[in-house]
C-alpha cells in the first residue's frame, strides 16, 4: 500500500517548457487536490477533483491545467513554465470529509 | 473565502517543556474542521491533531493538544513534554464542505527545539 506518490520528485525547467506532474493513490479515494507551497507561506490549493472525470479550479489556478481519466490518477500540467512557478507541489487524495494524505512533494525550479 | 492566521512565524521551546502555537480563523460557517499539520525538513505533510467545529471537547492526542475558542475562532496547539523530533514547520488549516473539502492553510509557525 503505497499511500500518495508523485513523479517526479524534482525537475528544473527552462521559461517556456512544458511538463506534467503525476499524482497517484491507491486507497480508492474519491478527492484529490493539487496544491503548492512557496517560502514563507502555506499550502494554497490549485486545483482539485472531486471524482473522476471531473475537475476544479482552486485559488491559484492560472497557468496550470489538470486531468482526471482515471480515479487513481490526478494529473497538473503546466504548458508554458514561468520562474514564479517555480515551487513545492503537493498532490493530497481523501475519501470525502475525511483526512487528507498527501504525497512527499515535487521540487520544481523554472529558470 | 476562510482566512487563517499563525501570528507566530518562529518559536523555541527547551526540551521537555511545553509550548502553544496559535492560530486564529475566520469563517461564518457553522459546520468545518481544523487541523495542525506537522511538516519536518522531509517536507512531508504529517496530521498532528484535528478538531470538529460541532464538538465542545478539545481533541488531545497523546502529547498534543488543542484548546479550540469557537465563538472567539482560535485554535491553539499545545505540545508537552517537548522532544528534539517535534521541532518542524506546523500548519494550522480551516477546512469546510467548499472547495471539495480542500484544506485553506495558515503560513506556518517554525518550532525549535532546544536540548
Known amino acids: 500500500n503505497a499511500g500518495v506518490t508523485q513523479t517526479p520528485k524534482f525537475r528544473v525547467l527552462k521559461t517556456g517548457q512544458s511538463m506534467t506532474l503525476l499524482c497517484a493513490q491507491d486507497m480508492n479515494h474519491e478527492y484529490m487536490y493539487w496544491y503548492r507551497q512557496d517560502p514563507g507561506m502555506g499550502l494554497r490549493l490549485i486545483h482539485y477533483?472531486?471524482?473522476?472525470?471531473?475537475?476544479a479550479k482552486g485559488e491559484v489556478p492560472d497557468g496550470y491545467n489538470v486531468s482526471r481519466l482515471k480515479k487513481q490518477n490526478f494529473l497538473l500540467g503546466l504548458e508554458s513554465a514561468a520562474p514564479s512557478q517555480t515551487s513545492v507541489y503537493f498532490c493530497?487524495?481523501?475519501?470525502?470529509?475525511?483526512?487528507?494524505?498527501f504525497g512527499p512533494g515535487t521540487r520544481l525550479t523554472v529558470l | 473565502a476562510q482566512t487563517v492566521t499563525q501570528s507566530q512565524p518562529e518559536m523555541s521551546v527547551q526540551e521537555a517543556e511545553t509550548v502553544t502555537l496559535s492560530c486564529t480563523y475566520d469563517t461564518s460557517e457553522s459546520d468545518y474542521y481544523l487541523f495542525w499539520y506537522k511538516q519536518p525538513p522531509s517536507r512531508q505533510m504529517i496530521l498532528v491533531i484535528r478538531?470538529?467545529?460541532?464538538?465542545?471537547q478539545n481533541a488531545t492526542e497523546n502529547r498534543f493538544s488543542v484548546n479550540f475558542q469557537k465563538a472567539a475562532k482560535s485554535f491553539s496547539l499545545k505540545i508537552s513534554d517537548s522532544q528534539l523530533g517535534d521541532a518542524a514547520m506546523y500548519f494550522c488549516a480551516y477546512r469546510s464542505a467548499q472547495s471539495g473539502y480542500a484544506l485553506n492553510f495558515g503560513k506556518g509557525t517554525s518550532l525549535l527545539v532546544t536540548p
Open positions: 493530497a487524495s481523501s475519501y470525502s470529509s475525511r483526512q487528507q494524505f
Open positions: 477533483s472531486v471524482g473522476e472525470g471531473t475537475t
Open positions: 478538531q470538529e467545529a460541532y464538538k465542545q
